[in-house]
């Protein structure tokens, strides 16, 4: 099994659509969540950390279940601009990243 | 401007010819790591360093070398590169230890796309 997994994708959705991607992680004793964005052969760069209460940074919402040991992201109103590839990364010991989940928002 | 910075960008080379990415790192950042990623593999860590003359293993370290004679620096090498080294390899670097909330966020490099024929 995979330390970090995630939705394989690819999604495809219309502008102004509302998207969600899970990932599961292997290790409970995981410290840190976070989510990257990955431009085409590009590096990632952080999106948002994901803490335990939730957080929201504008259409961006990620939430953490320590007890199932997933993580997730919602992006409300998608723009062209999202679409990219969405990295779930976890801290233990060392950081670990998912495959990524594709996004492709069309008009 | 804090960055990362990696040469090349580009690189094809043969079989067996002796290489070396440098990675460099003005943000005073005691970890710095090295990854490749592959379609559908995602981001493997090859070396990382947790300080100056301080390296380890990580995943996929096979036919890599690594050293970290300064801060900044972390250069990869191959000594003798073979075509599954082909892949996208990125540079990392972070404060070292857990923050506030765990661990503290990677800054990357712009990645090297390696080519071994």
């Known amino acids: 099994r995979k330390e970090v997994e995630q939705d394989p994708g690819p999604f495809n959705v219309p502008e102004g659509a509302t998207v969600a991607f899970n990932c599961t992680y292997s290790n409970s004793a995981s410290q840190s969540f976070f989510w990257y964005r990955q431009d085409c052969r590009k590096e990632p760069k952080l999106l948002m950390s994901?803490?335990?209460s939730g957080n929201e940074d504008g259409r961006f919402t990620a939430q953490l279940n320590r007890a199932s040991q997933y993580i997730s992201l919602l992006i409300r109103d998608s723009k062209l601009s999202d679409s990219a590839t969405y990295l779930c990364?976890?801290?233990?010991?060392?950081?670990?990243f998912g495959a990524g989940t594709r996004l492709t928002v069309k008009p | 401007e804090a960055q990362v910075t990696q040469n090349p960008r580009y690189l094809i080379t043969v079989t067996g010819k002796k290489l070396t990415v440098t990675c460099s790192q003005n943000?005073?950042?005691?970890?710095m790591s090295w990854y490749r990623q592959d379609p559908g593999l995602g981001l493997r860590q090859i070396y990382y360093s947790m300080n100056v003359e301080v390296t380890d293993k990580g995943d996929v370290p096979e036919g890599y070398k690594v050293s970290r004679k300064e801060k900044r620096n972390f250069p990869l090498i191959l000594e003798s590169p073979s075509p599954n080294q082909t892949s996208l390899y990125f540079c990392a670097s972070s404060l070292f230890g857990t923050g506030v909330s765990g661990y503290y966020e990677q800054y990357f490099g712009p990645g090297t796309r390696l080519t071994v024929t």
């Open positions: 943000m005073n950042h005691e970890y």
């Open positions: 990364v976890v801290g233990v010991g060392d950081m670990r």
């Open positions: 994901v803490y335990s």
